[in-house]
């Protein structure tokens, strides 16, 4: 459990235990606090379960799910109306069976329903305000993937078949009847919009002496897109160059369908578009890994063409926020990770025990596009972070992180309520900190984020939170 700054409380309680041929992990999460800012307090809890059967066929996985989220949802689509909130409940369920031999297959179940109420006005409504909006998804599948070896290398192949559907008051096309929604007396589902996706992949592995190659590709039937197939292909590359050293490369094609908001959402400063194209893009990437007693790194290139991407844009600040698919954005990146045991590299305990970092650079031509972007264009192109763990007295340490964060693009300004124009993202560093007595089955933690109060804006108009502590206890009773 957990207590820190803003009425913060967390508390954990999580069980491991055995019934004959069955495994059983349960585990509760209640996490609440009062939030750094006005409106950004949240109430969350989560149930989750998990177990596994042994059978005579194999191993049944069975996994079963429910969380509630309330919060604040300050300047959540624009800061123009900073008093918004929503709540969410989210139940879910799959049983997967392993089984098989010589060829092993992993038959698959699963179901997810979300439902949410979204308030543009938590108090006090302006008169043209109708009513908060309400969604319920259910999403549900079956899926088959199926694997074996020969002295060809390794074989896996698969199916799936997946629905997608929502019901809601805002969302999708009008049904001509209405629904009530679950728990919320007097309001109805008015529309609605399914869709069904069916895929198949098959992929093979060669393993030959140093080289690995694996290539294959998928192919899916999606409803929306008239019920026409289309091919992703995909290729992955391994090299060892000996017992530390290995060079990887990959390229791959892939595709993602617009989300129901994309489609369909529109609000008194956004705009959906339901003829909006799913994104494409081809990703080519390479670098090379060190794997070594003290020390671990990594260093990669990617290349990565996107087509039709989605973003909320608009082509001046008067306009609406409407999502529109941008014609084509090359993005070229690094990014590289170092990870160093310095007790194991002088072979003795020293005062900084681990250091490690890591950091991705990203550039976009985004060809001549003028939108103002709300996500896509307005990228991270720089981002470092340093990890540094030392120890203090016996059984308790510390740990350091520090963060800098450049982006590139601009976000529209508000205060008070009113647009003043678009300001410029400015790149900041951040400073975390954590003490951790460590002491058998007690860990006793105090953890201080933005520890020198640094004022700053990551992804549009919310202030991000200054310095927050908090202190906890975990506790691990053994029943033997």
Do not use: C
């Not at 992703?232 to 530390?244: A, E, K, M, S």
């Not at 020390?295 to 063409?305: D, P, S």
């Not at 600040?317 to 002088?346: C, H, M, Q, S």
């Not at 006793?444 to 804006?457: D, G, I, P, R, T």
């Amino acid at each position: 459990m957990a207590a820190g700054a803003h009425k913060l409380h967390d508390l954990n309680v999580s069980a491991n235990f055995n019934s004959g041929a069955l495994r059983n992990q349960l585990a509760i999460n209640s996490t609440a606090s009062d939030g750094y800012i006005e409106n950004t307090d949240f109430d969350t809890y989560n149930l989750f379960y998990q177990g596994q059967l042994a059978t005579v066929s194999g191993p049944v996985d069975i996994q079963l799910g429910h969380s509630r989220k309330a919060f604040g949802a300050n300047s959540f689509y624009t800061p123009e109306y900073p008093d918004q909130f929503e709540e969410t409940k989210t139940t879910f369920a799959s049983v997967r069976m392993h089984t098989g031999e010589k060829i092993h297959f992993t038959p698959a179940l699963y179901w997810r329903r979300h439902q949410d109420r979204f308030e543009l006005f938590r108090d006090e409504a302006p008169a043209w305000y109708a009513e908060h909006n309400y969604h319920l998804t259910d999403v549900y599948g079956i899926n088959l993937n199926s694997w074996f070896s020969n002295s060809l290398g390794k074989t896996a192949f698969g199916a799936e078949f997946r629905s997608e559907n929502i019901w809601s008051n805002k969302l999708g096309e009008d049904m001509g009847e209405e629904i009530p929604v679950p728990g919320e007396s007097g309001h109805f589902f008015t529309k609605s919009h399914s869709r069904t996706i069916i895929s198949y992949f098959g992929e093979h592995t060669f393993f030959l002496n140093r080289f690995t190659v694996s290539a294959g590709a998928m192919a899916n039937r999606i409803s929306d897109l008239n019920l026409e197939w289309h091919i992703y292909p995909g290729v992955d590359l391994g090299y060892r160059i000996n017992d530390r050293f290995k060079a990887f490369g990959s390229a791959n094609k892939s595709l993602r369908m617009p989300t129901f908001t994309d489609l369909y959402y529109s609000g008194p400063t956004n705009k959906g578009n339901p003829d909006l194209k799913p994104e494409r893009s081809v990703t080519v990437e390479g670098g090379l890994k060190y794997s070594g007693f003290w020390l671990k790194g990594q260093i990669g290139y990617y290349h990565r063409v996107g087509k039709d991407l989605i973003d909320w844009v608009r082509e001046s600040e008067e306009l609406l926020w409407e999502t529109r698919n941008l014609t084509r954005i090359v993005a070229d990146g690094v990014e590289t990770t170092l990870d160093v045991d310095l007790n194991k590299a002088f072979g003795k305990t020293l005062f900084i025990s681990h250091f490690g970092f890591s950091y991705a650079h990203n550039q976009l031509d985004k060809g001549e596009s003028n939108y103002l972007s709300n996500y896509t264009l307005d990228h991270l192109k720089h981002k470092l972070v340093i990890n540094l763990d030392h120890a203090l007295v016996k059984n308790i340490q510390a740990s350091w992180m520090f963060r800098f964060q450049d982006r590139q693009g601009s976000y529209p300004r508000f205060e008070e309520e009113a647009y003043v124009g678009e300001q410029p993202y400015r790149p900041f560093w951040l400073t975390d900190m954590k003490i951790l007595y460590n002491s058998g089955d007690v860990r006793v933690y105090l953890s201080v984020s933005n520890l020198f109060e640094k004022s700053y804006v990551d992804l549009g108009n919310v202030k991000q939170p200054g310095r927050w502590i908090s202190a906890g206890i975990n506790y691990r009773l053994r029943f033997d």
